[in-house]
């Protein structure tokens, strides 16, 4: 039995108290240890002050500077994950998060900011345009729900939309977001294009739009995103073949 063992034994059987756990947590993650951390878990290591944090950058400034967090999110965000490990954490915590109908999307979007910022860093990231990898997350993380829970799409997208200051700056413009969306739009439908033949439907668009209303501006652009690029990946793919 080795120590995080212990520890989700004393943590089951309530013999210390989940802060107690979550510090402890974060000493393994400082020593590189490896850790699997559950959400309740996680959730013991944002310290309150984000919820006094006035706008979602000042909480992601927190959870960056608060030692507990830092070393629990340096832990699960691995420099040495690969980019495809290092989506598919942020994308796990994302879906689990927002299938909470109580998580506030505020504090969703300062851990997804934690994320973004280290994506941005890494040599083997996409990074370009900016908002690639909160698209590539956000798409990953939707490919892990229910398409049935609305609740859960619908707060994934508006904690993508609290996340947008991140890649556009505080002074972003409507303009901005609805170039994000768009975005999102076009991505879907390229990694639906992109599949091999015989994989397993994701329905990208479809859990895409439930967490948008219909007739509003966002459904609109991004279904438009969507139809264009996969009509033109339908034509490419019907294209004859030179002799």
């Not at 892990?144 to 609305?150: F, K, S």
């Not at 890649?167 to 992109?194: H, I, N, P, Q, T």
Request: hydrophobic share 45%; proline share 5%; aromatic share 8%.
């Amino acid at each position: 039995m080795c120590t995080l063992d212990l520890l989700n034994a004393a943590d089951n059987r309530g013999l210390l108290s989940i802060t107690d756990i979550a510090d402890k947590m974060a000493t393994l993650f400082g020593w590189n240890v490896g850790v699997v951390v559950t959400m309740r878990q996680l959730f013991a290591c944002i310290p309150d002050s984000v919820l006094a944090a006035r706008s979602v950058r000042d909480a992601v400034g927190v959870l960056q500077d608060d030692p507990r967090a830092r070393q629990v999110f340096e832990g699960v965000w691995n420099v040495r994950k690969s980019y495809e490990d290092f989506v598919g954490a942020a994308a796990s915590i994302l879906a689990e998060l927002v299938r909470e109908p109580r998580n506030r999307v505020e504090t969703i979007a300062a851990i997804w900011g934690v994320w973004y910022f280290k994506a941005k860093l890494r040599s083997d990231a996409e990074a370009k345009p900016l908002i690639r990898p909160l698209a590539v997350s956000m798409l990953k993380a939707a490919t892990l729900l229910d398409p049935r829970d609305e609740g859960a799409l619908r707060k994934l997208w508006q904690s993508f939309f609290a996340s947008l200051p991140f890649v556009y700056g505080d002074k972003m413009e409507e303009k901005d977001e609805r170039s994000a969306v768009e975005f999102v739009g076009a991505l879907a439908a390229a990694l639906e294009a992109a599949k091999p033949s015989g994989a397993p439907a994701t329905s990208l668009k479809e859990r895409a739009l439930k967490g948008l209303t219909v007739g509003t501006d966002h459904y609109s652009r991004f279904e438009a995103a969507f139809n264009k690029v996969q009509f033109q990946a339908t034509l490419e793919k019907n294209k004859p073949k030179p002799k």
